[in-house]
């Protein structure tokens, strides 16, 4: 089916940065929608930002001014340039997609396995 893999999560002090990555693959015919969400311990997943296939972005309030989503439409690839990064930061990054296969008429949610942020103090 549909895959999505995620790069580029590690260790940092607060106020560096990170980029992350994650390249859908497989019976692809569409992907309307692309985004990150994340999961702290011990707290709900949240959307942090995501962009549709009109370019419309929307960002999470708590890292609004600090992140940005970009989206390489021809290689289905979604970014995420995390920039002064605080502790509050730390979580698992999701990849998420909302994707057309080529053997269905709707889209379905797809999500990448996670990567790890961490942000020291």
């Known amino acids: 089916q549909v895959h999505l893999v995620e790069s580029g999560g590690g260790l940092v002090q607060a106020g560096g940065s990170l980029r992350l990555s994650c390249a859908a693959s497989?019976?692809?015919?569409?992907?309307?929608?692309m985004g990150w969400y994340r999961q702290a311990p011990g707290k709900q997943r949240e959307l942090v930002a995501v962009?549709?296939?009109?370019?419309?972005?929307n960002y999470a309030d708590s890292v609004k001014d600090r992140f940005t989503i970009s989206r390489d439409y021809a290689k289905n690839t979604v970014y995420l340039q995390m920039n002064s990064l605080k502790p509050e930061d730390t979580a698992v990054y999701y990849c998420?997609?909302?994707?057309?296969?080529?053997?269905?008429?709707?889209?379905?949610?797809?999500w990448g396995q996670g990567t790890q942020v961490t942000v020291s103090s």
């Open positions: 962009i549709n296939s009109g370019s419309i972005i």
């Open positions: 497989g019976s692809i015919f569409s992907i309307n929608r």
């Open positions: 998420y997609a909302l994707v057309r296969t080529t053997a269905a008429k709707y889209a379905y949610s797809f």
